[in-house]
């Protein structure tokens, strides 16, 4: 599995997509789907503070109501499935406390491209919400 360091492109600040193995597109296809109408997201960059309710995603404590939620959003089964290794490395019982800024920004730069505007909550209003993932 490629790391998410080695896609990433210093000059442009950002963060390109693995290329899905078969096993991987296969995963894709039978779970979240694939990323059709990609949303814009906000941008971040190296300044920018991500809190609780993004580190929330990694909180491994299976009794976290809001952590079980989100594991279930299209966005986090695609992290997943594309960057299980990454994903898994962020995982930690304590949620936000441990994670540092760095890793934060990583997967959110990650996971803002694996947001479709059909996954549930995306739109409102009728436009895209570009803080879904920082809600």
């Avoid at 059709?36 to 299976?62: K, S």
């Amino acid at each position: 599995m490629t790391s998410p360091e080695a896609n990433f492109n210093p000059s442009e600040q950002v963060y390109t997509l693995v290329e899905p193995t078969a096993d991987q597109l296969r995963a894709l296809e039978e779970g979240p789907g694939m990323v059709t109408i990609p949303a814009q997201m906000t941008e971040i960059n190296e300044d920018t503070w991500l809190g609780v309710n993004f580190a929330a995603n990694f909180n491994a404590d299976p009794e976290s109501f809001s952590s079980n939620l989100r594991r279930q959003t299209p966005v986090f089964q695609r992290l997943q499935i594309l960057y299980p290794d990454f994903s898994s490395a962020l995982d930690r019982p304590d949620g936000a406390r441990n994670h540092t800024q760095e890793e934060l920004r990583q997967a959110y730069r990650i996971m803002a491209q694996l947001v479709d505007q059909n996954d549930p909550y995306v739109m409102h209003d009728g436009k895209v919400d570009p803080a879904y993932l920082l809600h």
